[in-house]
């Protein structure tokens, strides 16, 4: 199953992104890396992605904006988040929008693959997005 999966890191940290994107391609997924919420909308309709992994603050358009964009396409792609932040508005927030989990910095890879699996388990190879 993770093998066709394609799952996109949006970070503003480069060590981060690469970091997280070495973890993924160990679980056979394949990542590819933004450092921004514009870079990846600008991306997002190239290829399809099947997850989408993003940092919640970021300079300019931060995660929670993103997922509220993506909503208002009326994107479907499964979408988690990850933040150094412990704010439970925050986790709120990406809740009501539809995220399926919020991951704290550093990242645990159990729960990182436990979320992966919910997002993507069911995946057909098909794709909703605009």
Known sequence: ??????????????????????????????AIVFSSAPEFLAFYH????????SDVKMPGVDGLQLLEI???????????????????RVRTAARQGGARGVLSK???????VAMLESAVGDHNGGENRD
């Open 1 to 30: 199953m993770s093998q066709s999966c394609t799952i996109a890191v949006i970070d503003d940290d480069d060590a981060l992104r690469e970091s997280m994107k070495d973890m993924l391609e160990s679980l056979g997924y394949e």
């Open 46 to 53: 190239q290829c399809p992605i099947h997850c989408i992994i």
């Open 70 to 88: 993506l909503n208002s396409k009326g994107v479907q792609t499964p979408f988690i988040f990850m933040t150094a932040f412990r704010d439970q």
């Open 106 to 112: 550093p990242i645990d890879s159990d729960q990182l």
